[in-house]
């Protein structure tokens, strides 16, 4: 899975990155969305495995909520591939990869990987802690809130 960085840029060329900002806007290459989702649902967009955490991205309701995913459906495994990473993306920018630790370290999205914030679109290392737990508090270990449970690896939380 290591290799999906290498793929976007023999795809694109080799001043590609798989995500770019726009302004505060965060962009993601469909690839990397995709295989972050195979890493965290087994690819499953509408997966509800009974954890708590919904949809390809495995997003814990109380983010969905607090990253606008409500304009799209009530869970995020209700909502599109497309609404949910636009909700991601805006996951993306609040907490960083940092929101799935152990997919994105996976994907070479961490470790070593740029990230939003990062500085240069290239190189560097992801300078997001993560977001703050459920109850505003920060999440232990700098990452996201909850994690754990079946068909999903880690989960983004606020």
Do not use: K
């Amino acid at each position: 899975m290591l290799r999906l960085g290498v793929v976007v840029v023999l795809l694109a060329g080799p001043s590609a990155i798989p995500w770019e900002r726009a302004g505060a806007a965060v962009r993601v290459a469909d690839v990397v969305w995709d295989g972050l989702a195979e890493c965290e649902s087994g690819g499953d967009w509408q997966a509800d495995t009974g954890n708590g955490y919904y949809g390809g991205l495995q997003i814990w309701p109380p983010t969905w909520e607090a990253a606008g995913g409500l304009r799209f459906a009530d869970r995020p495994d209700h909502a599109s591939r497309r609404g949910q990473t636009t909700v991601g993306e805006e996951i993306l920018r609040r907490q960083g990869w940092e929101a799935w630790p152990d997919c994105a370290r996976e994907l070479g999205l961490i470790g070593g990987s740029p990230t939003p914030g990062g500085g240069p679109t290239s190189g560097g290392s992801p300078t997001s802690g993560g977001g703050p737990a459920p109850g505003g508090g920060p999440a232990p270990g700098g990452g996201p809130a909850p994690g754990g449970g079946p068909g999903s690896r880690d989960r983004p939380g606020f």
